[in-house]
C-alpha cells in the first residue's frame, strides 16, 4: 500500500529576517553564516499557532466528498503554544470534520512530518484521506543571542492532504539517543551542531540507499528528492553522494530551518512553481531530535475536485 499526496498549503511568516540583523549585534557575518548553513534569510512570525492553522486551513483544497473520507489528522510540532486541545483538534474543528476521525499532536522534532506520512499510510485502508501537518515557531525557542542557533531558525508550516493507494510504499525510520539536539519546557534550544552534521551525513545516505533496496526502486525511478532543511551543507553532500543532483529541492537559503514544517513547505513552494506533475515519486526524508531519522516515498497526485 502506498500514499498519494493530492493537495498541499504552506504557511511563511511575515517577517524577513536577513543575515544582516545577525551582524548588527552578533560575532558572526553574511559570509560566515552562507558558508557555514547556505541561509540567506528566515521567516519569522507574530501569529499564534492558532491563527498559522486557521491560514492552512483556510488555503487546502478540500472537496466536501474528500473530507468526508478523512479518517486521520496529525500534527508535528516541537513549539506549540497550545498543550490542549491539540493543534490537531483545533484542524478537526475548523474543518467541520466528522467526529469518527483520530486527531493527535506528535513531537519527533525534524522527522514529525515524514513520521505523519508513514502512520498515515500504516492506518488508512485505501481511499480514505489523512491530513499531515508541520507547523513550528522556532523563533520563540531559540536563544537569538547564541551566535551558534540564532542563525538557524526560522518560522512556518505546510498542512498535506494525502490519500491511501494500492502503491507498494515502503518506509524506515530509526532512533539514536542522543542531547546533540536538546529543549527543555520553558528554555531555550540546545545543539551540538557538530554532532548533528555528523549524524545526518552518517545515516541519509545509506538508509536512502535501504530505502530503494526495499522498494525495489532505482534512484533513476525517483523524480523528485526533499530532505529536511536543516544545512544546505548537509543536502549537497548527500547529492555528491546519491549523484542525481538536479532532483533535490531546497529552499533553506530562504526559509532557514524550520524543523517540521521543513517538508511540507518545500513541496508547497514547489506545488507552486508547478515543479510537480502527477504520478511523480517523491522521496521524503526527515531526521534531527531525538535523535530519529524517517524516509519513504510518496506520489504527487493534485486534487482535481
Known amino acids: 500500500m502506498g500514499l498519494k499526496i493530492i493537495d498541499v498549503a504552506g504557511f511563511q511568516g511575515e517577517k524577513t529576517i536577513s543575515n544582516s540583523y545577525f551582524e548588527s549585534y552578533l560575532d ?22 492558532e491563527e498559522i492553522v486557521d ?9 466536501k466528498d474528500k473530507k468526508k473520507k478523512i479518517k486521520l489528522v496529525i500534527t508535528g510540532t ?35 512530518f515524514v513520521a505523519s506520512i508513514i502512520l498515515a499510510e500504516k492506518f488508512l485502508e485505501p481511499g480514505q484521506l489523512a491530513l499531515c501537518i508541520g507547523i513550528e515557531k522556532l523563533s520563540k525557542v531559540t536563544d537569538l543571542n547564541d551566535r551558534s542557533t540564532a542563525i538557524l531558525f526560522g518560522d512556518g508550516g505546510g498542512i498535506c492532504l494525502v490519500e491511501k493507494t494500492e502503491d507498494f510504499q515502503p518506509s524506515i525510520y530509526g532512533t539514536i ?9 520553558n528554555e531555550k534550544m540546545k545543539m551540538n551542531g557538530r554532532q548533528v552534521f555528523k549524524f545526518a551525513t552518517s545515516i541519509i545516505y545509506p538508509e536512502i540507499k535501504k530505502l530503494l533496496d526495499l522498494s525495489k526502486r532505482s534512484f533513476d525511478s525517483i523524480d523528485h528528492v526533499v530532505l529536511h532543511q536543516a544545512n544546505l551543507r548537509i543536502i549537497d553532500y548527500i547529492k555528491k553522494k546519491t549523484g542525481h543532483e538536479d532532483k533535490y529541492f531546497t529552499n533553506i537559503e530562504e526559509f532557514g530551518n524550520t524543523s517540521s514544517a521543513s517538508i ?15 504520478g511523480q515519486s517523491i522521496l521524503i526524508f526527515g531526521f534531527g531530535g531525538g535523535l530519529t531519522y524517517c524516509s519513504t516515498i510518496v506520489k504527487w497526485g493534485l486534487n482535481e475536485n
Not at 28 to 41: A, F, L, N, P, V
Not at 85 to 93: D, G, N, Q, R, Y
Not at 265 to 278: R, W
Request: charged share 25%; net charge negative; with cysteine.
Open 177 to 185: 539517543k542522543s542531547n546533540d539536539l536538546y529543549l527543555k519546557a
Open 264 to 278: 511540507p513547505l518545500s513541496l508547497y513552494q514547489m506545488k507552486e512553481e508547478c515543479l510537480l506533475k502527477n
Open 28 to 49: 558572526t557575518s553574511d559570509e560566515w553564516i552562507r558558508q557555514r548553513t547556505g541561509i540567506q534569510t528566515r521567516k519569522f512570525t507574530d501569529l499564534s499557532m
Open 78 to 112: 516541537l513549539s506549540s503554544d497550545i498543550l490542549m486541545p491539540t493543534l490537531s483538534a483545533i484542524v478537526h474543528e475548523k474543518l467541520n470534520l466528522d467526529r469518527e476521525v483520530m486527531s493527535f499532536d506528535m513531537n519527533m522534532a525534524c522527522s514529525s
Open 55 to 63: 491560514d492552512l486551513v483556510k488555503n487546502i483544497n478540500i472537496s
